[in-house]
């Protein structure tokens, strides 16, 4: 029982790493597709 | 006399109403159509979007001397061809270049686009619905005519150690991860159809933009998790002989014959190679939609497809191999919908074995322990193979500080 707990908890803790590595790294559909002339914030 | 007037007088009166009536239907006014040159205005396409005749006589007009002259600025082409320029964007040899944006900016018409909405809308949504309402049907139906399966006999009061703490952590950061993605793909999928209609568009756009975060950044979590589950059990997933006598006895689900297995039994090899396979497929369609463009991958396997004959064997044309971004992307989400629905259904096959379908097979994933009795009906190889290990060890033996 605790291993599967600690499997839940490791999907939320790598979910939100994922989150802000992506955004930090530019990897946003904003970042992405926004140029100096296009802005998608 | 008198009377002859008389009569004349009365048919005149008669005749009266029936001239009003035959002159009321006057023809109705033309339209004022002179801010398009006689061409259809916006009322003409109201009434044809509200399914009401539509005067002919403005379409008539259309294309005709009202048009345009050619050195005007909306002019005809003249000679040139309207339908040669469409099919040139649509085909992609229309010369179209962009400042920014690269490939993709550079396609301005993309009509596979119909075809795949019309898929995901259409067949998808329907085959892939039905497979897993079909599944839990099934599995119910199983459940009536089979009941649990129970241990035989009494359970012995002994456990053995059936999967390690890491083991169990992998299986359910697996499980946890595909859950959460199933649900928010599925209300993706599903949401405007059945969610939006009864508990409104708010609702379903609020659930829909928590499901795409959800889904995009648990999906890491799936892709870590597969990669531990492979390398934990692949050696032990390797088919061997007594697979075979599990096939022969229906894997002791029909009748009560305890074929025997090592740690995984046939079935549960057929579990884990899904898993590995399709959630491998799901993975790397999934990379591709998670970095759009970036990560094109359809039209370098339907090459290899392609050369290796597949298209023929099915009697099919050739897969396209020159696609647009755009398309891509269509494949890759086509995909990963088909495989997803797949793997769905086997692994509420799974979930239904692993927890009510079975006594005693949750606690192998849930505590890790299982009663002797368990194993020795359901993996016997395993339990002597255990057992043996035991007795190799040597018994002053101590664990390393």
């Known amino acids: ?41 | 006399m008198r009377a002859l007037l008389c009569l004349f007088a009365f048919c005149f009166a008669l005749a009266l109403p029936a001239t009003a009536q035959e002159a009321e239907p006057t023809a109705p006014a033309a339209p004022d159509r002179s801010v398009t040159g006689g061409a259809q205005t916006l009322e003409d396409i109201l009434r044809r979007q509200q399914g009401l005749e539509v005067d002919p006589r403005g379409e008539a007009l259309i294309g005709d001397d009202t048009a345009a002259g050619m050195a005007q600025q909306l002019g005809t082409l003249g000679g040139a061809s309207d339908s040669e320029v469409w099919r040139a964007l649509r085909y992609g040899y229309d010369g179209v270049e962009v400042s920014a944006g690269g490939p993709v900016a550079r396609v301005l018409m993309q009509d596979g686009g119909m075809a795949w909405y019309e898929f995901r809308s259409g067949p998808l949504a329907t085959y892939g619905g039905w497979l897993l309402l079909g599944t839990i049907g099934a599995l119910l139906l199983f459940y009536l005519l089979r009941g649990r399966i129970m241990v035989d006999g009494e359970k012995t009061g002994r456990t053995v150690t059936r999967f390690q703490a890491f083991e169990r952590f992998s299986h359910w950061l697996l499980a946890g991860s595909f859950i959460l993605l199933g649900f928010t793909g599925l209300f993706v999928k599903y949401g405007r159809d059945y969610i939006a209609p009864y508990l409104g568009k708010e609702f379903n756009a609020t659930l829909l933009e928590a499901s795409k975060y959800i889904h995009n950044n648990v999906s890491w979590a799936f892709m870590i998790a597969l990669v531990f589950v492979f390398f934990l059990w692949v050696w032990h997933n390797i088919p061997n002989r007594h697979d075979i006598t599990w096939f022969a006895q229906a894997g002791g689900i029909v009748g009560s014959k305890h074929p025997p297995a090592k740690k995984f039994n046939a079935g549960q090899k057929i579990i884990f190679w899904s898993v590995i396979i399709l959630g491998g497929s799901i993975s790397a369609s999934g990379l591709s939609l998670l970095f759009p463009y970036e990560l094109p991958m359809f039209a370098k396997t339907f090459v290899i497809l392609n050369d290796i004959g597949v298209p023929g064997w099915l009697g099919m044309a050739p897969f396209p191999i020159e696609m647009s971004p755009q398309e891509e992307m269509q494949f890759a989400q086509a995909w990963h919908a088909i495989v997803s629905f797949v793997l769905m259904a086997i692994i509420i096959a799974h979930i239904y074995i692993g927890s009510v379908g079975m006594e005693g097979a949750y606690d192998a994933m849930g505590s890790g322990e299982v009663d002797e009795a368990w194993a020795e009906q359901h993996h016997s190889l395993w339990l002597e193979e255990l057992r043996e290990k035991e007795k190799a060890a040597p018994k002053d033996a101590t664990p390393a500080e």
């Open chain 1, 1 to 41: 029982m605790k291993a599967m707990m600690v499997g839940f908890v490791g999907i939320v803790v790598i979910g939100v790493a994922a989150y802000f590595v992506l955004e930090q790294a530019g990897f946003s559909s904003a970042d992405v597709f926004s140029s100096p002339s296009v802005r998608l914030d």
